[in-house]
């Protein structure tokens, strides 16, 4: 089999992993007929009256056509707020198991078209509401969370309107505020966010189920945290508007929401009767690819789930490692070039700021590989792009584009003498939802031969990059060939790279 056949397949693999109906079908069990329970990853939750089921996020369908398999006729009733058009996209896909069932206890509510929040989704959300305020001390609610939950679950604080949370949140994001500060903003000023929806669950026994799309995995800011405890107070909310010179242009309505917010969050003791468990991460997207590598024979390493910043960082990052595997293959792992490279990628990572790597210890696990066996190496995060160009692409694209520039510079400047002539390789980023950026890809391969063999077909690659056009790019360079197209997967938990390296065959 050819690298790319391994690489597709260690990706199909991995989101295999974290779709919906297996992640659920592995996690949740109802026992018992007289007094059932819930059984979620070993933990026991008696269903002592009704059993509700309310959902938000991307991936919720999914995973709420595959828990009312699961819970049968045990089901009391459920509401799930999903994006615009998703059934329909589904079934056009033919993606049945992901759709409910003719007759499902499970009311769907579509809305924020776009991921941004509409009247529609604010409907969902109140629905949801008025389900968990009605709750008793014996009725378990089973929360679905995935991401996209923020956008689909708006409830705003009066007296402040969705428009005027939504312009604010649409401003931060515009300016670049990451994920953890847009969500500690829109917990601030929302009534179901930042726990809210478990306090109004109370005295119910609130499950939460949650498929992360942060790195991290950090229960309060996935989908904003409804049912999670929050570690953050109004005092945080201030700064991050002052960091982005909002504070001072604020509506009425949200100063006022501002100003009576509670100055300490929710106590922890005051969500004992909830629980909130990750089924499906990036981690465990990594950790079956690993598996699968080593079917096919590769020594695999997980480099870490946590790689995010600049994307042209991150390609310099993934082009040295490469380099450094290749001067391996060749013999060379402990010559004067290794260790200049060993110091360039400690600096590199320790500037990226990679939460929980360890790079000293992966280059010392990385050393003990013998020269015989092909390697793996998988990665997981999100990478940003600073769109610069009008173009079409996404940052798998653009960062599979700039890994083989970075490759093809490296070549050039050791010539014919290149420790990457011995081996071979391939480079593939993907997005775990099949959709990578704005375009029908979910992400591309790359080989160090690609700017020359593009060249050949008159494609600049350097031009494309510029203006961040690696869909168009990819679209043309030989027909197409390196894109990665899966089609939408129902899941997301970010993206995921792969490098892989075997010794050239002899001929
Ligand atoms: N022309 C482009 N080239 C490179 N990246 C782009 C381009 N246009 C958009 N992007 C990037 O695509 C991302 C938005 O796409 P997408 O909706 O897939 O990401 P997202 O909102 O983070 O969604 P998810 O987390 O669900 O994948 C942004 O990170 C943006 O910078
Ligand atoms: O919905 C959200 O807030 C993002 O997708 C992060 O989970």
């Known amino acids: 089999m050819s690298l790319r056949e391994h690489a597709l397949s260690l990706f199909r693999g991995a989101v295999g992993t974290v779709r919906p109906a297996p992640m659920l079908k592995r996690a949740l069990k109802l026992q018992g007929d007289g007094c059932p329970q819930l059984l979620v990853k070993g933990q026991a939750f008696p269903v002592k009256r009704d059993l509700y089921l309310v959902g938000f996020g991307k991936a919720v369908l999914g995973m709420a056509a595959a828990a009312e398999e699961i819970l049968g006729d045990h089901l009391t009733r459920g509401i799930i707020n999903v994006p615009l058009g998703i059934q329909e996209s589904l079934q056009r896909a033919g993606m049945q198991e992901m ?22 989704a604010l409907k969902g959300a109140a629905a949801i509401q008025e389900l968990a305020e009605g709750l008793t ?30 312009k604010l949140t649409k401003l931060l994001a515009s300016q670049g505020a990451a994920i953890q500060e847009l969500n500690i903003v829109r917990k601030t000023l929302s009534v179901l966010k930042g726990g809210g929806l478990a306090q109004l669950a109370h005295p119910a026994r609130v499950v939460s189920l949650i498929l992360s799309d942060v790195i991290g995995d950090p229960l309060d800011i996935i989908a904003s945290g409804p049912t999670a405890a929050s570690s953050h107070s109004v005092q945080d909310c201030l700064q991050i508007l ?13 100063e006022t929401v501002l100003s009576s917010s509670p100055t300490k969050p929710t106590a922890p003791e005051n969500y004992s009767h909830v629980s909130n468990i990750i089924l499906g991460s990036n981690t465990l997207a990594l950790e079956e ?17 946590a790689v995010h910043g600049e994307v042209g960082r991150v390609a310099t990052l993934y082009c040295q490692l490469i380099q ?75 960062l599979a ?31 775990t939802d099949g959709q990578d950026g704005p375009t029908e890809a979910a992400g591309a391969f790359c ?26 790019f990819f679209s043309h360079f030989q027909g197409g060939h390196h894109l990665l197209v899966t089609g939408l997967t129902g899941t997301n938990v970010m993206d995921i790279q792969a490098i892989l390296i075997r010794a050239m065959e002899r001929s």
């Open 289 to 305: 690819a690993k598996h699968q590598a080593e079917g096919l024979g590769y020594a695999a390493l997980v480099l870490s789930a």
């Open 137 to 166: 001390a014996d009725d378990l609610l089973l929360v679905l969370i995935s991401g996209g939950g923020s956008a689909l679950l708006p409830a705003p604080i009066p007296p402040m309107l969705l428009e005027e949370k939504e």
């Open 99 to 120: 759709l409910l069932k003719p007759h499902s206890k499970i009311q769907v509510i579509e809305g924020a078209k776009n991921n941004l929040p509409d009247t529609e």
């Open 242 to 254: 002052t960091k982005y010179n909002l504070l001072h242009n604020l509506p009425k309505s949200v």
């Open 324 to 398: 450094l595997l290749c001067l391996g293959f060749a013999g060379l792992g402990d010559g004067p070039l290794s260790d200049e490279l060993r110091g360039n990628l400690l600096q590199l990572a320790a500037e990226l700021q990679i939460p929980g790597l360890e790079l000293d210890e992966f280059l010392q696990a990385l050393r003990g590989l013998g020269p015989d066996r092909p390697v793996c190496i998988l990665a997981g995060g999100e990478t940003t792009v600073q769109l610069q160009g009008t173009g079409k692409g996404g940052r798998n694209q653009e």
């Open 447 to 472: 080989s160090p031969g690609l700017v020359a063999e593009a060249l050949q077909e008159g494609l600049d690659v350097e031009a494309f990059l510029r203006n961040n056009d690696s869909y168009t």
């Open 401 to 431: 584009l700039r890994v083989a520039l970075g490759l093809h510079r490296a070549q050039a400047c050791t010539g014919a003498s290149s420790p990457q002539g011995r081996c071979e390789i391939l480079f593939l980023s993907g997005g």
